[in-house]
């Protein structure tokens, strides 16, 4: 079993970005005003102000931006070390998510790399990680 992760306070701006991961689907709010993604979601368009945002189904792929291994113990039952990463998301222009790259050894790990999404569920929270893409 994975070490417990911090779980969001999900509400309506959030909650599909959550749980989509049930569905195998990566949710990012898009605008339907002016077509712009928004990261974290909101309830308003970081672009435009409009309200009429929802959730999109996005590719689910990407590439490292940047990253960093991490070899401090900061969270218990959390095995060290790890990477986090900025995952540069395709097709989604502007944003890029937080995350940790998994399923490979760390030093494995490069910018650039291409990765696509994985979900690892937690109390029907669904946390969007990433493995390297083949």
Not at 74 to 88: D, H, N, S, T
Not at 103 to 120: L, T
Request: hydrophobic residues 35%.
């Amino acid at each position: 079993m994975n070490p417990p992760r911090p779980v969001p306070k999900l509400d309506d701006a959030n909650r599909a970005f959550w749980t989509g991961g049930a569905e195998g689907k990566l949710n990012i709010t898009r605008c339907g005003d002016c077509g712009q993604y928004t990261h974290p979601p909101q309830i308003l368009c970081r672009h435009c102000q409009s309200e009429n945002v929802a959730p999109e189904a996005v590719a689910g792929t990407g590439a490292v931006e940047t990253m960093s291994v991490n070899h401090q113990p900061w969270a218990k039952g959390l095995e060290v070390p790890y990477v986090i990463a900025r995952v540069r998301l395709d097709g989604v222009p502007g944003v890029y998510l937080t995350t940790n790259i998994v399923n490979c050894e760390v030093d494995e790990v490069a910018f650039d790399d291409p990765v696509r999404v994985v979900f690892e569920e937690q109390d029907g929270i669904f946390y969007p990680l990433f493995e390297k893409a083949d």
